[in-house]
């Protein structure tokens, strides 16, 4: 069965300093993952997703990931992070092995980030 | 512009009354997918459809029903079997719901209907 985990319910970083969130997974095969952030009482958007090639992906807002298919994660990552990041975080994971009606995208629980000014 | 309207943005119900959410896409996006978010509990994914006049169960179907009688809408409604049914709920969408189709297709998102019951 495919699945999401997002060890941390919530991560606090001071304002410039780098950030992770990290996200493990299990599909059977090799699998898409995508990112999203959730503001309040909003909607999820798109962050970045990875589906083949370079394990290190770019997204929107100056966010990236990295693909580790050894330790099946992709954490998401900032260089120097900003107040405005500061949201609910979802990673979600797609099996392309599945065929059509079985064919459907998973969550994690979602981690809370704040930035601290 | 393209996207996905969900409506009404807040709804209150009072116990053993049926409610439906409306969502609707013009992206001309053949899969669409209804959530349910619970603090601390994520997404859940509750009904999903993959195609006009199809759709399937999710992990948490017990007490909602929908159906997908035209491409662009796929309305949820929460029945009075729903013992828990005060929620945000996601409607989205994705370019390609069958097997086969080179596209990765992430999904695009409503804004949203929080649902309250008194």
């Known amino acids: 069965a495919q699945s999401v985990a997002q060890p941390e319910d919530q991560v606090n970083v001071a304002e410039g300093n780098p950030l992770t969130v990290k996200c493990t997974y299990s599909v059977s095969g090799n699998p898409y993952l995508f990112w999203y952030v959730q503001y309040p009482n909003r909607g999820l958007q798109f962050l970045l997703k990875y589906i083949t090639g370079d394990n290190l992906v770019k997204g929107s807002y100056g966010f990236e990931a990295e693909f580790n298919k050894s330790q099946t994660s992709f954490h998401l990552k900032k260089p120097s992070a900003l107040v405005s990041d500061s949201a609910l975080y979802f990673c979600a994971v797609r099996d392309p092995m599945r065929q059509n009606r079985d064919d459907k995208i998973i969550f994690g629980k979602g981690t809370r980030l704040h930035i601290l000014p | ?118």
């Open chain 2, 1 to 118: 512009d393209g996207g996905i309207t969900q409506s009404p943005k807040y709804l209150f119900r009072k116990e053993g009354q049926n409610v439906t959410l409306s969502c609707e896409q013009n992206l001309n996006h053949d899969a669409m997918y209804w959530y349910r978010q619970d603090p601390g509990q994520g997404l859940r994914l509750i009904y999903y459809s993959q195609i006009v006049n199809d759709f399937q169960k999710g992990d948490i179907a017990e007490g909602y029903s929908v159906s997908r009688e035209k491409k662009e809408s796929f309305p949820l409604t929460v029945t009075s079997a729903q013992k828990n049914p005060t929620a945000f709920y996601l409607c989205a969408s994705r370019r390609s719901g069958l097997a086969g189709d080179s596209n990765t297709g992430e999904l695009f998102f409503g804004e949203g209907s929080r649902l309250t019951v008194l």
